[in-house]
């Protein structure tokens, strides 16, 4: 019969064991976290399940990498590793709501410039169930596109090209313009530039106007006529656009365009934002969100082309050329994708990225405060995500590539009715009418809220590949004589297919 220290023995074992055995358990899946335990109702949730063994933890490396950021230290610091799972039948919505928090709460730490901290309280990483489209090139060799600008322009613009273009088997015909100012660009620097972009994988022409001292729209209008004499057999679909105008996503694209017949005749893009250009120039296609003509429509164009050239006034703007040729040689309307964005609002744009709305094409990039080369750099990893929205507990908002937003105690994300836009921008009005500016294009819309003190809003920094997935920055600066936050996600691409994030290139 077993003695009472025997018994007691015993007990002790089995509970060191039962010890052991948790601790291995938070180990296993947040290696040196035994400090910051998570909650087991929320440990156990679908949103923090974790079974991609091959995914690269993040928890514990330096930061060195924000010493190459205009970023003044001291500054606070959070990250998370998330980890993006394709999911048949998942699709993206507006607004998806997570029970736990994006981070830890008030879980930043203090950096300074010499002790490039290695974090060890990491919470467990994130699994964000998205739809599964693939993150491979796709076929997009029944689309051509044309672009008007000069080489300095271009040059800019290449890399925002790059992210859409290359790969696809898509043509882009550029017709190279004098700038305003000399130097022009000579043939052996537009032949060097047009090298540099097939180097890259894109299947670019770049040519000189088909007639000599043309002004810049005339040259924009030829776009029509020069891709479909250029069309090859698979052309269905035209594309004119400006230098800064850009596609989030090629299959979004297609998809839309699928719902046609490029064979009958269509006049398919976006009126402006504003009622005060739509009252001024008409209902147009503006340039800037992408004229898509349909093959049966540009050969009406390519036939009248000489008597629209000689009938449209020179005055008239590119895109207002090509809708008067339309409108004076066939009975063909425009059909408005509200996905297309002109982006002609002015102020800030932060209310159109952050509505989780669909985006096809988007435009102004340019001047630096809306980098959609970054911000669409995630959309390697997770597919069509890139603008996406998520809202962890009642207070934060992730509208992916872009921003995250948290909203004050009076503020709470689950008090605001985000099918609504926050009117952030400014618009031109129009005197008696019952359109204040925007109410066609961008309503509805919700009253701005008041940042640092209603809502505070971190912009995404930087976008890198890192150990085969995406690194995302997002900075909230602070006031003179305050310390800046700098929140951080990895994203990674779960399982091991030709897909997987692990396949990146590193960067």
């Known amino acids: 019969m077993p003695t009472r220290r025997s018994v007691i023995v015993f007990a002790c074992f ?3 064991s039962a010890i052991i055995l948790t601790v291995h358990q938070i180990e296993r899946h947040s290696p040196g976290l035994i400090e910051h335990l998570v909650p087991p109702k929320l440990a156990h949730t679908k ?46 919505t507006s607004l998806t709501k997570i029970k736990g928090p994006l981070f830890a709460q008030e879980k930043e730490v203090l950096v300074d410039q010499e002790s490039h901290l ?46 859409w273009l290359t790969h696809t088997k898509a043509k882009l015909f550029v017709v190279m313009v004098a700038p305003e100012k000399p130097p022009k660009a000579t043939p052996k620097e537009i032949a060097e530039w047009e090298k540099e972009m097939r180097d890259r994988g894109m299947d670019v022409t770049l040519m000189a106007p088909i007639k000599k001292y043309q002004s810049y729209t005339e040259n924009y209008f030829s776009l029509a006529k020069i891709m479909y004499q250029r069309r090859t057999t698979e052309a269905e679909w035209f594309v004119i656009m400006d230098d800064d ?9 297609l998809a839309m365009l699928d719902k046609y017949d490029s064979n009958e005749q269509y006049w398919i893009g976006a009126v402006s934002d504003q009622w005060w250009s739509v009252s001024r120039f008409g209902m147009m296609a503006f340039g800037g969100a992408g004229i898509f003509l349909s093959r049966g429509l540009a050969a009406v164009i390519d036939e009248v082309y000489e008597d629209c050239t000689k009938t449209i006034h020179k005055a008239a703007g590119g895109d207002e050329r090509v809708m008067r040729c339309v409108t004076m040689n066939t009975e063909t309307k425009l059909t408005n994708e509200p996905g297309l964005h002109q982006m002609d609002v002015f102020g800030d744009l932060s209310g159109i990225y952050e509505s989780g709305r669909s985006a096809l094409s988007l435009h102004h990039w340019k001047g630096g405060e809306y980098p959609v080369e970054k911000m669409s750099l995630v959309s390697d990893v997770c597919g069509d995500c890139m603008l996406q929205r998520w809202q962890f507990g009642d207070d934060t908002v992730l509208t992916n590539g872009f921003s995250i937003a948290r909203y004050s ?10 099918f609504k836009a926050e009117e952030t921008w400014g618009a031109h009005t129009v005197e008696a009418s019952v359109n204040p500016g925007t109410m066609h294009s961008l309503e509805p819309v919700r009253p701005k809220l008041e940042l640092d003190k209603e809502k505070i809003q971190y912009r995404l920094l930087e976008s890198a590949v890192v150990d085969g997935g995406i690194r995302q920055s997002y900075i909230h600066r602070g006031k003179e004589g305050e310390g800046s936050t700098v929140l951080v996600l990895y994203w990674k691409r779960e399982g091991n297919g030709p897909e997987a994030a692990n396949d990146l290139p590193s960067g």
């Open 14 to 16: 089995v509970l060191l």
């Open 47 to 92: 949103e923090h399940e974790h079974e991609a063994e091959d995914i690269t933890s993040h928890c514990g490396k330096g930061i060195e990498w924000l010493d190459k950021l205009d970023v003044p230290y001291p500054i606070s610091y959070a990250q998370r590793d998330i980890i993006v799972r394709p999911t048949a039948g998942a699709r993206r």
């Open 118 to 163: 290695k974090l060890r309280d990491c919470q467990p990483p994130l699994v964000l169930e998205v739809s599964d489209t693939p993150v491979t090139p796709v076929d997009a060799s029944r689309m051509h596109f044309g672009i008007a600008t000069t080489l300095d322009r271009l040059k800019d613009s290449t890399p925002t090209i790059a992210r």
């Open 245 to 253: 105008t850009f596609f989030p996503s090629m299959r979004g694209l």
């Open 409 to 418: 105690k009076g503020k709470k994300a689950n008090g605001i009715k985000f």
